[in-house]
T-cell receptor, first 113, second 116 residues
């Protein structure tokens, strides 16, 4: 009963370092997305994917890259970490049709120093 | 642009009380509205999903209603318990203007504390 799995749970990076946040789902969902959650700003969409090989930008895509080579996995890459990217990152998935329920992972708490 | 507001930002009630959490949105052209619960340091857990054609959904002590025309949803929690203490978020699923793609817009949440 895994659902949406994110790794790692916590990460500290130095400014300028790169890293990849992992997200995997086992529900065969076509739609996957990445959000960041910041105090006073709610959840904001970074990137999303409607299926393997298809990705698009959300509200706050700068500084992040994504790819979707399989239905199950949707990694988020930070190219050159900045303190402004300190946040809690959530991955979510849903079946493609718009009336379906969204499921979230447990989050990755990232600190950039 | 769709905007979602949750008022109040925080609510404290004694155990056993019935309570209502509010969610309002500005654009009534929505696919659905989903209520989530978030515990400190944790992810979002789905509570209830209401389709745009529905008026309410129930799960246990929770009842969510939707009035699309007025842009409002409420989450009713009956006989509250200390274990209900968490932040409750609503998310509106709607179409991105001039596309066929959908987007979820979240409220900032209401932090509920239920005192024993």
């Amino acid at each position: 009963n895994a659902g949406v799995t994110q790794t790692p749970k916590f990460q500290v990076l130095k400014t300028g370092q790169s890293m990849t946040l992992q997200c995997a789902q086992d529900m065969n969902h076509e739609y996957m997305s990445w959000y960041r959650q910041d105090p006073g700003m709610g959840l904001r969409l970074i990137h999303y994917s409607v299926g393997a090989g298809i990705t698009d930008q959300g509200e706050v895509p700068n500084g992040y890259n994504v790819s979707r080579s399989t239905t199950e996995d949707f990694p988020l890459r930070l190219l050159s970490a900045a303190p402004s990217q300190t946040s809690v990152y959530f991955c979510a998935s849903r079946a493609f049709l718009e009336y379906t329920e969204a499921f979230f992972g447990q989050g990755t708490r990232l600190t950039v120093v | 642009k769709q905007e979602v507001t949750q008022i109040p930002a925080a609510l404290s009630v004694p155990e056993g009380e019935n309570l209502v959490l509010n969610c309002s949105f500005t654009d009534s052209a929505i696919y659905n509205l989903q209520w989530f619960r978030q515990d400190p340091g944790k992810g979002l857990t789905s509570l209830l999903l209401i389709q745009s054609s529905q008026r309410e959904q129930t799960s246990g002590r929770l009842n969510a209603s939707l009035d699309k025309s007025s842009g409002r949803s409420t989450l009713y929690i009956a006989a509250s318990q200390p274990g209900d203490s968490a932040t409750y978020l609503c998310a509106v699923r709607h179409r991105i203007r001039n596309t066929n793609a959908g987007k979820s817009t979240f409220g900032d949440g209401t932090t509920l504390t239920v005192k024993p």
